[in-house]
C-alpha cells in the first residue's frame, strides 16, 4: 500500500526531474561516447547503482564505503573529466538556440528524421582535388556548440557551401586561404580563423599546426575538422581530438554524414 500511495504523489514536479536527469545522462553520455572516458562513465554508474541498492537492503557498512568512496571520488573524476567537463560547459554556454532550430537538433533522441543539410560531398570531393595539389586546408563543420566565438578572429562570411567554393578559398594565392574555414547548416560562415591549438603529445610529430588546431578545436567543442595535408596531400579526418581511419572517399563520406545527422 506504501508503494501505491508514493506513486500517487507522483507529481508534475517529479516528472520534470525525471526529464532533466535524462537529459543530463543524455548529453554526459554523448560527450564520453567513442571515447576512453565511457568505461569510466559505466563504472561510475554501476558503483552508484550498488550503493543505493545497499541503501534500500539497509547494508550499513557496505554503504558507508561505497557512499565514501563516491564523496571523495568527486574531485578525482574532475581531473579524469576535465575535457569532457568543459566541453559540457561550453556546449550549455555556447549553444546558439536562435534562427536555427538548433534546439530541435538538441532533441535528436526524440526527433531523429532531422537530418544535416551540409553538403557533405561538395566538402570532401573539394579536399581530394586540393589533395592532388597538395594544397592545404583546415575545414571545421560546426554542429551543436556555437563557434561564434572564434568567427571575430577571422573574416566573417555567408556563402552557400560548393566545390569551387572550398577550393577558391584555400588557393594558394587567395588572401583567405591562411586559417580555418568554419562551415554551419552549409553555410561557409568564417574564414581565416585562428583555432586553439592541441598540446596532445599523442599526435606524431609528422603532423603540423593545421592538424594540431584541428585536434584543439574538436578537443574543446563538438565541432568535426577536415585537414589537407600541404607536404603529402593526405586528407584526415578529426573528432573529439581524435583521428579518425577510414579507406576510402566513400567510408569518409559516410562517417560524416553520420556524424552529422
Not at 553520455?29 to 568505461?39: M, Q
Not at 561550453?90 to 532531422?114: A, C, E, H, P, V
Amino acid at each position: 500500500m506504501e508503494i501505491f500511495d508514493d506513486l500517487l504523489k507522483f507529481s508534475i514536479v517529479d516528472v520534470i526531474d525525471v526529464v532533466l536527469v535524462a537529459f543530463l545522462l543524455y548529453y554526459v553520455y554523448k560527450l564520453v561516447k567513442g571515447t576512453v572516458a565511457i568505461n569510466i562513465f559505466i563504472g561510475i554508474v554501476i558503483v552508484y547503482i550498488i550503493w543505493k541498492l545497499t541503501q534500500a537492503l539497509q547494508m550499513q557498512l557496505l554503504s558507508n564505503i561505497l557512499g565514501g568512496f563516491i564523496s571523495v571520488g568527486m574531485f578525482a573524476l574532475i581531473v579524469v573529466f576535465q575535457q569532457e567537463i568543459r566541453k559540457f560547459l561550453l556546449m550549455i554556454g555556447s549553444t546558439n538556440l536562435s534562427g536555427r532550430g538548433k534546439i530541435f537538433k538538441s532533441l535528436k533522441f526524440i526527433k531523429s528524421d532531422i537530418l544535416s543539410e551540409t553538403d557533405v560531398e561538395s566538402i570532401i570531393a573539394a579536399c581530394n582535388k586540393m589533395a592532388t595539389t597538395k594544397t592545404g586546408a583546415l575545414i571545421v563543420i560546426e554542429r551543436q556548440n556555437s563557434l561564434d566565438f572564434l568567427t571575430n578572429t577571422g573574416d566573417e562570411m555567408n556563402i552557400k557551401v560548393t566545390q569551387p567554393i572550398i577550393e577558391s578559398i584555400f588557393f594558394k594565392n587567395s588572401p583567405l586561404h591562411d586559417g580555418a574555414a568554419i562551415i554551419e547548416n552549409n553555410i561557409v560562415k568564417a574564414t581565416r580563423v585562428i583555432l586553439p591549438v592541441s598540446n596532445e603529445t599523442s599526435i606524431p610529430l609528422r603532423f603540423g599546426l593545421r592538424h594540431r588546431a584541428a585536434a584543439g578545436i574538436t578537443e574543446k567543442t563538438d565541432a568535426l575538422a577536415l585537414v589537407v595535408s600541404e607536404e603529402t596531400g593526405q586528407v584526415s579526418y578529426i573528432k573529439n581530438g581524435k583521428f579518425v581511419r577510414f579507406e576510402d572517399t566513400t567510408e569518409l563520406i559516410d562517417l560524416l554524414h553520420k556524424d552529422l545527422s
